[in-house]
């Protein structure tokens, strides 16, 4: 290698271990696509761990979308398997059809990568994205008016599905990356949608340059995206201590003092109230600012409203915020299945009864006779889980019929913490 090849190599195995925040993990997995990016990420990261006595294992995702894909993840396993490490190419093949394919797509990726993660008992894994695409998010997302959250774009370190993901790589730029794979001898595949402009992340790539006069290039808005990252810790500090004082959760739903939740700023207001509507949807991605907005307002005026399949109302100076019925009524599960993403149930004695997890609804309340001493709001309780046996109503623990069974919550939201992985 010429001076200078070590050299740019030397900067770039700096760059990937001040994004891997000083050290390599004990236990990494590497997600590598077969693009430039993440063969790049595969071949410093190995450099470093052979140096570090770190183990890696490398895994590929086969979406089935296009032809070349087999192929791009054999060539990935190949080049793995030459390095000595461990890869595994998982498929994806139960798309419903729903919604935007790409977005789908990534979904899937990251829920796939997690479980092999779990099975490969690895609590971190890295991901190939460069300063290049932190850019472009930044850029995308102005178009859409985003915010703070928005702008800070993908984070160094984020945690979904039970796993740590960390980007050591965006402070490296993309050429950068090329030539280092080019000085090693290394091949990547270029994915022929790198160049498609019907993509707005390829309209964005293909404008940046048109901006250098504005001053306006990658390393500044990678830089905005770092600013605006320093602030959005700030405001999410600013709202666990909101949350702490003046947020609990009873009977599934989230429950807020209203004075203290109106006294707030604006922003705080709005965090805590996204923090609410995501711990009972649980779903990726936060509504936007203008509903939340529009509920909030309807709130201080008294009027309870829907959103993100949550409703909303105020009472007796609390908000609670809790499952819309309409958005469960027709979600029935085994009784030992988990039912809207979240509940469980839990037979306290003996040998359960074949019986299903189904929303109480009004039916079922009518046969509640304590339900009013409890407290709850009416709404509320029609959409917690009961327990049936055809139209019997069996047990409805938080309408506070709970003969023989409970009802446990598994897991919250996705969306609080962290920014959407998408990008
Ligand atoms: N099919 C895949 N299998 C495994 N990892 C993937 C896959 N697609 C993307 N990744 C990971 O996510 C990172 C960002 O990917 P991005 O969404 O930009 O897709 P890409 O452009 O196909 O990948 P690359 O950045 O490698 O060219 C990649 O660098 C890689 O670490």
Known sequence: MTAPAATADAALTEELLSGLGGALPPRLGVAVSGGGDSMALLSLLHGMAVAAGSHLETVTVDHGLRPEAAEEATMVARHAARLGLAHETLHWRDWDGQGNLQNAAREARYRLMAGWAARRALPVVALGHTADDQAETV??????????????????????????????????????????????GLHWVEDPSNDDPRYARIRTRQSLDALTPLGIDVETLAEVARNMATARAALDAQTDRAAGDILRMEAGAQVMQADAFFAAPEEIRRRLMLRALGQINGGAYPPRRGPVAALIAGLAEGQAAALAGCQALLRRGEIWVFREYNAVRDLRVHVDQLWDGRWRAIPLEGQPPEAELRALGPEGLAQCPDWRSLGRPRAALLSTPAIWQGPRLLAAPLAGLDQKWHVRRESGAEWNKTAPLSH
């Open 139 to 184: 850029l995308m997302r102005l178009a859409r008016r985003s915010g703070v959250d928005g702008l800070a774009a993908m984070a160094p370190r984020s945690e979904r599905f039970g796993v740590t993901w960390l980007r050591p790589l965006l402070f490296a730029r993309r050429a950068a990356l090329r030539d280092h794979l080019r000085r090693a």
